[in-house]
């Protein structure tokens, strides 16, 4: 089999699938470009870094398909041009069977679409993380027949890491017994998205800076989390205005911050929606924002919306004063329908839906 990723998110989604199929006996053949390398390192997982340029993916995909001859490939979905998307539309046209894997409820479009149309680069099979996924999909005229819900493998590890020593965590932190410790998680909205929000990091920054500033001391210690693609230095120059214990941190494993916090603040990553699965109530500010709220966390009540300074600062103090981490974990694992099991099912599908014959051909057939 051969297994590719390109961005964080597609890798830390394939990376358990890996494991799952290497426990099985199954031979994988694991492949990183970008930051899927930083992703496939964390967790351990064997694989060949690849740096590719845009103009030669087409060519570097099909050397890697004709030289691993795989029965199936598994890819992650990243959006803009990957090998990834190189090495699906190539299978799909040589008849090799392709398994996708779906990391996050957005950009649907420009995961799969490509110079003919919307299923330019779509999948024979496509897992997805639940029925909510399943449904835009739909509405965006995927094909039924080609979605499986398996759930998201990146959130099967939560579980168990929910029980690691919270306390020893925010020890090693420097946060003092009694300290409220807020996580930001940032992300590159400006970059990606323009003004088309409404809203960018530094908005939404600034609003949580100055709502813990206006808090009696001693003030909640704040730490800031870069994107792993954003630069660090507009946010440092923001949070100078900071009148408490702040610090930016780039080497610190994310789930060791989601674990360690009291609350995580943050617009629309899977950072928060992760938090909440660890029992750490999350907040997502959206300031001014433009068009329907479709971050999957609010949606699915996992998070807590939070539209303008006074909404962040009412559900900060809410949060300090009353939570239940128990609780919350638990509502999120229900609502995402997290059971530690998405891995698995995602490595039955590849097991045994598409089993090679090489016995008359020195060309692989494919049977489903």
């Known amino acids: 089999m051969l297994a590719i990723a390109h961005q964080i998110g597609a890798a830390r989604a394939v990376g358990p699938v890996i494991e799952a199929l290497r426990r099985r006996g199954e031979n994988v053949i694991a492949i990183a470009s970008d930051l899927a390398v930083t992703a496939f390192e964390e967790q351990c997982i064997q694989f060949f870094a690849m740096n590719v340029r845009p103009e030669s993916a087409a060519q570097l995909a099909a050397e890697q398909l004709d030289q691993s001859r795989p029965a199936v490939v598994l890819s992650g979905t990243s959006a803009g041009v990957t090998l990834e998307k190189a090495v699906v539309a190539a299978a799909n046209r040589g008849g090799i069977p392709t398994i996708g894997i779906l990391d996050h409820w957005s950009n649907y479009s420009s995961r799969f ?28 005229h995927y094909p039924a027949d080609a979605i499986a819900v398996t759930g998201h493998p990146a959130f099967d590890a939560l579980i168990s890491f929910a029980k690691e020593d919270r306390v020893a965590m925010r020890r090693r932190l420097g946060v003092s017994h009694g300290e409220k410790l807020v996580i930001f998680a940032s992300e590159p909205q400006r970059r990606d998205h323009g003004s088309s929000l409404g809203y960018d990091e530094m908005d939404a920054l600034k609003i949580l800076l100055d709502v813990l500033s206006d808090m009696p001391k001693p003030r909640p210690r704040l730490i800031i989390k870069p994107h792993p693609t954003e630069s660090p230095t507009d946010l440092q120059l923001l949070a100078r205005a900071y009148c408490g214990v702040w610090s930016v941190v780039t080497d610190v494993h994310p789930r060791t911050l989601m674990l360690a916090a009291d609350v995580v603040v943050g617009m629309t990553s899977l950072f928060l929606v992760e938090a909440a699965l660890l029992g750490t109530p999350a907040v997502s500010v959206q300031p001014n924002l433009v068009g329907e709220d479709r971050f999957i966390g609010n949606r699915l009540g996992v998070t807590h919306a939070a539209g303008s300074r006074e909404s ?38 590849l097991s045994t839906r598409m089993q090679p014959d090489y016995s008359h051909s020195n060309s692989p057939i494919w049977s489903v």
């Open 312 to 349: 962040c600062r009412s559900r900060l103090l809410e949060l300090f004063s009353n939570h239940d981490r128990e609780r919350t974990a638990a509502t999120a694992r229900r609502a995402l329908g997290v059971d530690g099991g998405a891995a698995e099912r995602v490595a039955k599908l």
């Open 113 to 140: 679409e490509g110079p003919s149309g919307i299923r330019h680069y779509f999948p024979a099979l496509l897992a997805v993380m639940d029925e909510t996924a399943r449904r835009d999909l739909l509405a965006l």
